[in-house]
């Protein structure tokens, strides 16, 4: 909210510079966000006036001009059309500044010595709307006579700051001019000084101009209309203008700039109907009827529904009520009679009023945040003040206020003591008293009982932890004390979830690989692009109801399809390899009732490609990581249809598949944009979460000598070796200590379609030095059972 | 030349060529030439049958002698040789150190869990438990508990995506604030990181997906002396013992009293620069004491116990620590910005 600071202090002194002052602000609890300080950006231009003007020798353009600035007379060389002899000029003298810190300095031009600059509006920074021949072309002339070498600044409004305020959602009070002047005069500790309002009246009533009606009290809780009669409508002066201008609103006219000029004053926002406009002189303000429409300010044609509260005539609705106004009773050049408008309406209608047509006004942003009923009449008031202040028209002496239910005063019993322990500070009775008088709180102390009465415009004030809020933001968050916990302790430290990510993550990036983090929604056409079946549960995914775009749309059941398209990314920018993992939720939307919310699995997903990636090193990364886990998975030639067919695995934990893993299917790469190869690995780590063991007791080192064996088996090319070594591994039982492949063999003496593992082998007993004759049967058995099972014979 | 003239010519021999002799093989060379069976010394001793008998004792020590000192010659030489064909063998199997060599080296966490790990390192120092909560979230406990009833103001500040009407992503990790106040009892020590999702256009400092870390504290007479005490410290062991941390009055709907947290600069210790836009602080967190409201529609009475509540952006921590200028390189998984993480 920007407001010009000569507007605050009119009612709170500012005797700070203005760094200090935002400080000061910032401090206790009103944002400030800047403070363009415009006063300081012109400084050395004077009032001149221009005694003679006379063609410059070397220049076809360029005029000589001598210019009276009080106590000394300049010649100033210009190329502005439009100067002349007697004229009143801003005069920039040598050492001026100007606004975007220009600098002007006396210097020769074309020969002729020029010793300032004659300025033109834009030059000064002075907006259109503040001195009316500002937008001529040239060099701005004065249209009054003022003192020659006066400062420019007054008479042009730019004598003044913006303070731009961010005003917490809790302080609708604080939304207009009286409530950051409030603010700064108890942060300054000066006195907030609220102007005295007195309007001339003519006789007469409301009733005799307008009958006004309050159908739905529950949707407008205050309504008060008064009436000005013989309106003059005309510009408004400059101290208006300006004032305007510095909130960012456009000058009108000066009834309405006297609503807008209130409004941003008081908070209140209030409406000027042209009553020769109101058909059958009556206003409404009523629920609106099925089927209703409306022609708003904007030129638009709405439609209403019967939860949205209307002003209406005799004839239909004319404003959305606290939105908009309607077009029909604008006021305009020949308008003879108004009526001022100021209500209260119920914020949550307005609020889902606004919604409901998309339209957000000034108006509707003040009454969903709250208008206080209380201080309406004040408003209103100010503004006929203001009609009298400016000739604008005739008050009429009668006050339409329709206000069935006052709100009612909020008393809070409040303790000394709860309050400084909840602070941690302790602060004096009396003090608080005081701070909270400054307030406009009415605080009544009893030893430790603290009486306050809550002022009608601070709404928010509800019980004592607001109380404690008000106290010691004006008493200072600088008085905080440090102090460390006290009390009961709780165990504390990691879940184990996030100790078992930690553990994962860490054996990932010490091997190689970067951890990653992408958007948890996903366009819903990326599912399609992996493949999957029709009934896959994945494909049923979360949607957004107001995603920011189709892309972002619904929630990802799957980590595959983003980690395949952050590959995509890093092929296309040419990084020569990446291994790349994310560890995050996946939402479950399959099953999901309405209402109930989608079960939230944690995954690991796995990504590379690049001259050191292989399937294997992938998986035996996997079963590492499982086994860390105390997690013993076999491994099948399973995969995701996303997969290589040739290339897929996945690993199992008892029947159940915790991971799987495999080279991108040509096809995926393709549908992803991935021209290099690509492995993809997926992991459950609420399963791998569920299956883990604690490590156990270790095994003593041996005391007796192993004895080994190789062996050679040769077996059809598709028996999977896994699956022998696993079989190896149980026929060996229990004198086989361990069993490994470290040869696999095809060509010349081996059969085409045949394959030779050879095998090496241990055998060891705990307790003596085995012999031959005992290995020997039992390599016998392990022979046998592969002959068996998968066909394979010894190798001779 | 009499025997004696042999031995002496001899051994003169045995130590002019062991100067030139510089391996093994040629060391053994000499060596049998001198002390073989056919060698010339073994000749001398085969030589003493036409020795007097009389001269024999003393030729036989002159040869016995010479033949020690040859021995000890050839030992010497053969020490020297070994030591230097090990050195000549450790020189072969040098290797070029700075040869550079292919593999993937170590990998890296993402700046956001660096952060968040030393987070977790101070808050679970201090006696906290880390928590977790889902991400889509129930209206109930990401607003309605948190002191934001269905059209509440407050609820614009967090464009909030719905996926359906009552379900929401959770605009911030306060709503396990209320899962946990409702199945526990004071004390409670907790922190909560997690995703948290806002309906922001992607930019360099906007992002719909980020992180924050939530700390909540209920206990009997916890106060904002507290609150401060332990923002002080977690902003001291992040940062350094020079660091302090600022109280600014601010609103939540679910604190009361609000404040806005900044920390001394971390990048210029308050002097003032670049990163803290010549202030000398950073904005870091939102805190404050929570809202008896809440305690009261969470089972918890608020006339006996009260509590403090925090939250921080774990993107403006890693941001300002890493000086990273524009937040889309967070969630676009470039190799090239992750392997500079350490």
């Known amino acids: 909210m920007k407001v010009s600071k000569k507007w605050i202090e009119q009612y709170a002194a500012i005797p700070v510079d203005v760094e200090e002052y935002k400080r000061k602000m910032v401090m206790h609890g009103t944002g400030v966000e800047s403070i363009e300080d415009m006063a300081a950006q012109v400084t050395g231009v004077v009032v001149g006036r221009i005694l003679s003007v006379a063609k410059h020798e070397a220049s076809d353009h360029l005029v000589i001009c001598r210019v009276d600035v009080g106590d000394e007379t300049l010649q100033i060389v210009t190329g502005a059309p439009n100067v002349a002899a007697g004229q009143l000029v801003p005069v920039a003298k040598d050492g001026a500044c100007l606004p975007g810190g220009k600098r002007i300095k006396a210097g020769i031009l074309r020969g002729a010595a020029s010793q300032g600059m004659l300025c033109s509006g834009p030059e000064l920074g002075v907006p259109a709307e503040l001195y009316t021949s500002v937008g001529d072309e040239g060099i701005l002339i004065f249209q009054e006579d003022y003192p020659l070498g006066a400062d420019v600044r007054p008479i042009l409004g730019i004598d003044d700051a913006v303070v731009d305020f961010d005003i917490l959602a809790n302080r609708p009070d604080c939304q207009c001019v009286w409530g950051v002047a409030r603010e700064t005069a108890v942060a300054l500790g000066t006195a907030f000084h609220k102007p005295d309002i007195q309007v001339a009246t003519v006789p007469g009533a409301v009733e005799d101009f307008v009958h006004i009606t309050v159908q739905d009290d529950d949707l407008c809780p205050r309504y008060v209309g008064r009436v000005v009669k013989n309106v003059r409508i005309g510009p408004s002066p400059l101290w208006l203008r300006a004032a305007l201008h510095a909130a960012g609103m456009r000058a009108i006219n000066n009834i309405v700039d006297i609503t807008n000029y209130v409004m941003l004053e008081t908070g209140h926002p209030m409406h000027a109907f042209n009553l020769a406009k109101v058909r059958g002189g009556c206003v409404v303000v009523r629920r609106a009827r099925p089927g209703e429409s409306i022609r708003t300010l904007d030129g638009k044609l709405r439609e209403t529904t019967p939860d949205m509260l209307m002003i209406a005539d005799g004839q239909g609705p004319t404003g959305i009520a606290g939105v908009m106004g309607g077009e029909e009773s604008e006021i305009t050049g020949d308008t003879g009679d108004l009526l001022f408008e100021c209500a209260a309406f119920d914020r949550t209608s307005i609020r889902l009023t606004s919604r409901a047509l998309g339209m957000r006004t000034e108006a509707s942003g003040r009454f969903e945040k709250g208008v206080c009923p209380a201080t309406a009449r004040e408003a209103v008031d100010r503004a006929c003040q203001f009609v009298n202040l400016l000739g604008a028209g005739d008050v009429v002496a009668g006050v339409y206020d329709h206000y069935p239910n006052p709100a009612p005063t909020r008393r809070i019993a409040c303790s000394v003591a709860r309050i400084s322990r909840r602070a941690g500070v302790d602060i004096p009775g009396g003090e608080m008293v005081r701070i909270l008088a400054a307030l406009h709180f009415e605080a009544a102390l009893a030893g430790d009982d603290l009486a306050v009465t809550v002022p009608a415009f601070r709404q928010d004030v509800e019980g004592e932890a607001d109380i404690c809020e008000e106290v010691l933001r004006i008493y200072g968050y600088e008085h905080l004390r440090a102090t460390a916990l006290r009390g009961e302790t709780t165990p504390g430290g990691r879940s184990p979830r996030i100790r078992a990510a930690d553990q994962a993550k860490a054996l990932l990036w010490v091997l190689g690989w970067h951890e990653i983090m992408n958007f948890s929604f996903v366009s819903p056409q990326l599912i399609d692009r992996l493949g999957l079946g029709q009934d896959d549960p994945r494909r049923r995914q979360l949607r957004l109801l107001n995603p920011l775009g189709e892309d972002t749309s619904v929630m990802r059941a799957t980590l595959a399809p983003s980690m395949l398209q952050t590959l995509a990314l890093n092929q296309s920018r040419n990084n020569p390899a990446a291994r790349l993992f994310e560890l995050a939720p996946v939402f479950d939307a399959a099953g999901r009732e309405p209402g109930a919310l989608p079960v939230e699995r944690w995954r690991l997903c796995l990504g590379a490609y690049g001259p050191d990636c292989d399937f294997f090193g992938l998986r035996d990364l996997l079963l590492h990581l499982l086994g860390r886990f105390g997690i013993r998975a076999r491994v099948t030639a399973e995969g995701e249809p996303y997969h290589h067919p040739g290339r897929a695995a996945s690993l199992l934990a008892g029947e159940d598949a915790v991971a799987t893993l495999g080279e991108a299917h040509p096809d995926t790469r393709a549908a992803f944009g991935l021209p290099h190869r690509a492995l993809l690995a997926e992991l459950d780590m609420d399963a791998l979460l569920a299956r883990a063991k604690p490590m156990g007791a270790v095994k003593p080192l041996p005391r007796f000598p192993a004895v080994t064996r190789d062996m050679a088996l040769v077996m059809d090319e598709d028996v999977p070796v896994g699956d022998v070594l696993a079989l190896v591994a149980r026929a060996g039982r229990p004198l086989l200590e361990k069993a490994d492949v470290f040869d696999v063999f095809r060509g010349a003496q081996v059969l085409v379609g045949k394959k030779s593992v050879a095998f090496s082998l241990a055998f060891r007993a705990a307790d003596r030095t085995l012999s031959d004759t005992e290995v020997a049967p039992l390599f016998g058995a392990i022979v046998a059972a592969c002959a068996e099972q998968f066909g394979a014979v010894l190798r001779a | ?342």
């Not at chain 2, 002496?8 to 069976?37: C, F, N, P, W, Y």
């Not at chain 2, 593999?103 to 906290?128: K, Y």
């Not at chain 2, 006996?304 to 890493?322: D, H, N, P, Q």
């Open chain 2, 1 to 342: 030349m009499n025997v004696q003239e042999a031995i002496v010519s001899l051994l003169q021999t045995v130590q002019e060529e062991l100067q030139h002799i510089a391996d093994s093989q040629g060391l053994e060379g000499v060596r049998l030439r001198m002390l073989g069976k056919k060698g010339e010394l073994t000749a001398l001793l085969r030589a003493m049958g036409q020795v007097p008998p009389e001269d024999r004792p003393a030729i036989g020590q002159m040869i016995n002698e010479a033949r020690e000192k040859a021995v000890a010659l050839l030992d010497a030489r053969g020490q020297w040789i070994a030591a230097r064909e090990r050195a000549l063998a450790l020189a072969n199997e040098r290797i070029d150190v700075t040869q550079p060599v292919p593999g993937p080296g170590l990998g890296a966490l993402h700046p956001i869990s660096l952060v968040l790990g030393e987070v977790l390192d101070v808050f679970t120092g201090m006696g906290f438990e880390v928590v977790e909560g889902p991400e889509v979230e129930l209206d109930l406990f990401n607003f309605e508990m948190m002191n934001m009833p269905p059209n509440h103001p407050a609820r614009d500040a967090q464009d909030t995506f719905y996926i359906e009407d009552k379900i929401v992503l959770r605009t911030h990790t306060s709503p396990v604030q209320a899962r946990i106040m409702t199945t526990r009892k004071p004390p409670i020590r907790i922190v909560c990181p997690g995703r948290v999702y806002r309906a922001d256009e992607v930019d360099a400092t906007h992002s719909p997906v980020f992180h924050q870390l939530e700390g909540l504290v209920v206990g009997e007479d916890v106060t904002m002396a507290d609150l401060k005490g332990t923002l002080d410290a977690f902003a001291q062991r992040l940062y350094g013992p020079d660091i302090t941390t600022r109280f600014r009055p601010s609103f939540f709907p679910f604190t009361e009293p609000s404040a806005e947290v900044d920390l001394t600069c971390s990048a210029c210790r308050g002097k003032g620069c670049r990163v803290c836009k010549g202030t000398g602080w950073i904005e870091v967190l939102g805190s404050g004491m929570v809202n008896p409201r809440v305690l009261d529609m969470c089972g918890i009475a608020s006339d006996r116990y009260s509590g403090f509540a925090f939250g921080v952006g774990l993107e403006r921590i890693a941001m300002l620590r890493y000086d990273i200028q524009d937040m889309r390189l967070l969630y676009e998984g470039d190799v090239r910005f992750l392997s500079q993480f350490r």
